[in-house]
């Protein structure tokens, strides 16, 4: 096959064997690559009610039929398994080199399943697979065991993803490091790794990849790569994605002290101008990307220097959410998660929850061990983000994440606990977004900007962000499927102003791998991966309160700047949420109808969890 290196790598670390699986045409054109395999593959192995933690939680790494190619931002990869935060289809996507290495080390996919005796990592050498024991890794940070793995087992062109001390200890929401610094932040994929005791994956590939059409290739990428270079990508290029913060807070979407406000009077000092002009030293581009959106701040005080890269979420999330305008130390809370491998988000949310259990006398000093956890305490903030990782007094109850948290020490902390699924929320106030509050708790990986992205239809004006309407079901079931198909050819989602249309994917998709496919293919194949991925949640016990927006969202109106007032009622939500079903095909509660699965062709699903019509 071209583009496709049709072979599935098994990994079995109690036994410290591998096998390969040869994946047919059939398969590889039914699920596409990435997301589409991965799902495939958590529904096929996982057995059902598995416990996240245990041996029998398969861990899944997959590829996209454009890894390893000239196709710009397309070195990326997926990892999946059950997760540890939401109890239902954990996934996060990083970039890297890795995701090349892979492809040209022969392979679409790595399927890991069991536990290492003792601490391991293992290195794919092509075609051959070594286990080697990761004792003496045991508790190193992600930068030094990359660096150490890559010198162990034989340099420069071997790429190396690692988890931190935050993996090892099973904080649920640990992740995974590639290239220094890029994450697989969301879902607690680290501690998916932790739990196998499995430390590093490492991959050197030489191979390489043959696509079907070289030169009609590399002309559709000529023209993408100049486009790259154009008006689109330029904020992206100029100053990457911390220019959202200041946009969310003129338009009074900035989640700020535990989404108690939606705008932060300190934005100004943690924004892109100010951070800009001060801190940042470099831009630097994920695998096989001509955007290069990352931009580098390197903060020099009498605590050392510190080079993190900061982008908009954990500008929000370390930031804001806290109650932090200090930049210096959200640079230093970053460097601290990406080391330690903790997910920003998660880490940032949980703790904005706390401090505000805090300054309600819900926690207090006693369950802080003297820690005064205020908004805006910097000091606080960096001790706590350290005591999680390692699971330290109050940080074994935040290493939880905020649902589990707050059920916990209830109190009616649950009310302010925001997540969707137990997944905690990125930086977009849902009260204000409509578009947005309805795909970000659809989603099926829990409450997440990246399934559906509504704010492009509420923040550049494409629907009336504060109206509920039917018709956002529609819209929000387009982009899912849609992003189905990025994330299973692995494409960043911002080339998305550039590479948008499922005609172009499909042209590229068949320049590349030679099957003849149309855009209505590539969509069923979307809508085919997102019911399966859904159907893996319904089966795992997904229940429809569970797409419910956190109650805040829906009982306390946001309380200044542009939006004042705006709030999503239960009625709004129930109206958007019936017309989404509706669009899906699926019961009103939700539910995937069998007639829905068996036209996606996803018999065993149907048979599983498919509800009869009428029901
Ligand atoms: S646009 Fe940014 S995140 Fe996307 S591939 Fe390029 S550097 Fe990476």
């Known amino acids: 096959m071209f583009g496709y290196a049709g072979r599935l790598l098994h990994v079995d670390l109690a036994q410290r064997r591998s096998k390969v699986e040869v994946l047919g045409e059939g398969f590889c054109r039914k699920y596409i690559g ?66 090349h290495a892979l492809k040209w080390a022969g392979y679409d996919a790595v399927l890991v399943k069991g536990r290492a005796e ?24 992600t930068i030094e065991t990359m660096n150490r793995v890559k010198e162990e087992v034989g340099g420069w062109d071997v790429e190396v993803l690692a988890i931190g001390p935050a993996g090892e200890n099973l904080v649920r929401y640990a992740n995974i490091s590639t290239d220094r610094h890029r994450q697989a932040g969301r879902t607690g994929m680290g501690a998916v790794m932790g739990s196998k005791n499995l430390k590093a994956v490492a991959v050197r590939g030489t191979k390489g990849v043959k696509v079907s059409d070289l030169e009609g290739l590399m002309e559709a990428c000529r023209e993408l790569y100049e486009e790259c270079q154009g008006p689109y990508a330029e904020t992206y290029r100029v100053t990457g994605t911390p220019a959202s913060l200041l946009f969310h807070q003129t338009v009074a979407a900035l989640p700020t002290r535990n989404w108690q406000d939606a705008v932060f009077e300190e934005a100004e000092k943690i924004g892109d101008k100010y951070v800009g002009e001060r801190w940042v030293v470099k831009a630097i581009a994920c695998a096989g990307c001509p955007i290069a959106c990352d931009h580098l701040t390197l903060v020099k005080d009498e605590g050392g220097e510190v080079l993190a890269s900061v982008e908009f979420e954990s500008l929000y999330a370390l930031g804001s959410e806290c109650g932090v305008g200090d930049y210096p130390t959200i640079n230093r809370a970053v460097d601290l998660c990406d080391r330690l491998g903790l997910d920003t988000i998660s880490t940032g949310v949980t703790i904005g929850w706390a401090m505000e259990c805090y300054e309600k006398g819900i926690l207090t000093k006693e369950d802080t061990e003297g820690i005064e956890l205020t908004f805006g305490n910097s000091e606080a903030l960096l001790e706590v983000i350290r005591k999680i990782a ?15 948290a707050s059920e916990i020490v209830g109190k009616g902390s649950e009310r302010f606990a925001m997540h969707n699924k137990g997944l905690e929320y990125p930086g977009y106030d849902l009260r204000g977004l409509k578009a947005s509050v309805l795909g970000f708790n659809t ?67 068949t320049l590349v791998t030679g099957f003849e496919t ?55 939500f129930d109206l958007m949420y019936k017309a989404y079903c509706r669009e899906r095909g699926w019961t009103p509660e939700g539910l995937p109808t069998k007639r829905k699965l068996l036209e996606l062709g996803l018999e065993d699903a149907a048979r599983e969890v498919g509800v009869p019509e009428g029901v």
Not at 118 to 141: C, E, M, N, R, S
Not at 464 to 493: H, P, Q
């Open 443 to 509: 989603s099926t990986r829990g409450g997440c900007h990246l399934r559906s992205s509504m704010y492009d239809y509420d923040l550049k004006g494409r629907v009336d962000r504060f109206t509920a309407k039917e018709e956002y079901g529609r819209l929000v079931k387009e982009r899912e499927d849609l992003w189905s198909i990025f994330d299973s050819l692995m494409l960043c989602k911002f080339i998305r102003g550039i590479l948008n249309t499922p005609d172009q994917l499909a042209r590229l998709y």
């Open 118 to 141: 003792k601490p391991v990592y293992f290195f794919i050498d092509d075609d051959t697979v070594h286990f080697i024991d990761a004792g003496h890794l045991w508790g190193v940070d």
């Open 518 to 572: 149309t855009a209505e293919e590539l969509q069923r194949a979307g809508e085919r991966i997102y019911n399966l991925e859904k159907a893996y949640n319904v089966r795992e016990g997904w229940k429809r309160e569970d797409d419910y927006p956190a109650p805040r969202i829906m009982t306390d109106p946001i309380r200044s700047g542009v939006a004042k007032g705006a709030v999503v009622t239960k009625e709004e």
């Open 34 to 99: 990435g997301n589409g395999f991965a799902i495939r593959l958590l529904y096929d192995h996982s057995p059902p009610g598995v416990d996240p933690l245990s041996p029998a939680n398969p861990l899944i790494f997959a590829v996209g039929p454009f890894a390893g190619t000239m196709v710009p931002t397309s070195g990326k990869y997926i990892v999946q398994a059950k997760s540890p935060l939401t109890n239902l289809m954990g996934e996060a996507i990083s970039s890297g080199f890795w995701a």
């Open 390 to 404: 390692y699971q330290e007094g109050i940080g074994r109850l935040l290493s939880q994440g905020v649902k589990r």
